[in-house]
């Protein structure tokens, strides 16, 4: 269990090297650790000044009540300490934020162009949620494209950016595609608080504060 300091818990790989899907004691999270092995240009490091800053921009954006867009909270850090040296890591819930009552179901979005291991004759799940929309329809898949899927991704990315000076990198491992029970896509989510950037001067412009210790 998470909240016992001892032994080992299942989990499972995603598409971030360094965070895993839990599921402990009826829950399910992610848990985005401390890695110290270069990936690309930087180490892959969880210290105090990272957790405090994903706390600070969750809380922010937990204000907003967007109709199309919402995020995965980063709810839970904890630091180990000795000496100068700092191991933390990072609890992400999977429930979006704005809650809603309806039951709905998250699709990362690379998965929505990625062959399927097993059948790879099959459409991508993009065409087939299109398709599910349809309802024997035909010529009208790139407005549904454009409207289910695209205006609220770029409208989104749009809004955090001039809005709130928030530049998220919405690539296709961060974002996700929100559906219902019927397979239509409801909202754009954004997973990964570490990965966005503040534009100071676009904050300055919307009268908000730019007092963040990383990222600016």
Not at 11 to 34: C, E, I, L
Not at 164 to 182: K, P, V, W, Y
Request: proline share 5%; net charge neutral.
């Amino acid at each position: 269990r998470l909240d016992i300091p001892e032994g080992y818990v299942e989990a499972f790989p995603t598409s971030s090297v360094r965070t895993v899907v839990v599921q402990d004691g009826g829950f399910t999270t992610m848990v985005k650790t401390d890695l110290r092995k270069k990936i690309g240009e930087n180490m892959r490091q969880l210290k105090r000044a990272h957790i405090l800053y994903s706390l600070q921009v969750g809380k922010e954006l937990s204000e907003l009540d967007l109709p199309r867009f919402a995020f995965l909270p980063e709810s839970i850090g904890a630091v180990y300490s000795t000496g100068a040296e700092e191991v933390g890591m990072i609890v992400r819930e999977m429930s979006p934020r704005p809650i809603r009552s309806t039951r709905r179901r998250l699709i990362p979005f690379f998965s929505l162009f990625s062959l399927e291991r097993d059948r790879p004759a099959d459409s991508f799940l993009l065409c087939q949620i299109i398709d599910n929309l349809l309802v024997g329809k035909t010529g009208e898949e790139f407005e549904i494209f454009e409207e289910k899927i695209l205006k609220p991704y770029i409208s989104s990315w749009a809004y955090l950016l001039l809005k709130r000076g928030f530049s998220a990198e919405m690539h296709a491992q961060n974002t996700l595609l929100e559906i219902d029970n019927r397979g239509a896509p409801k909202r754009v989510i954004y997973r990964d608080l570490q990965d966005v950037f503040v534009d100071p001067e676009l904050r300055e412009i919307n009268g908000l504060s730019a007092d963040f210790n990383r990222n600016v």
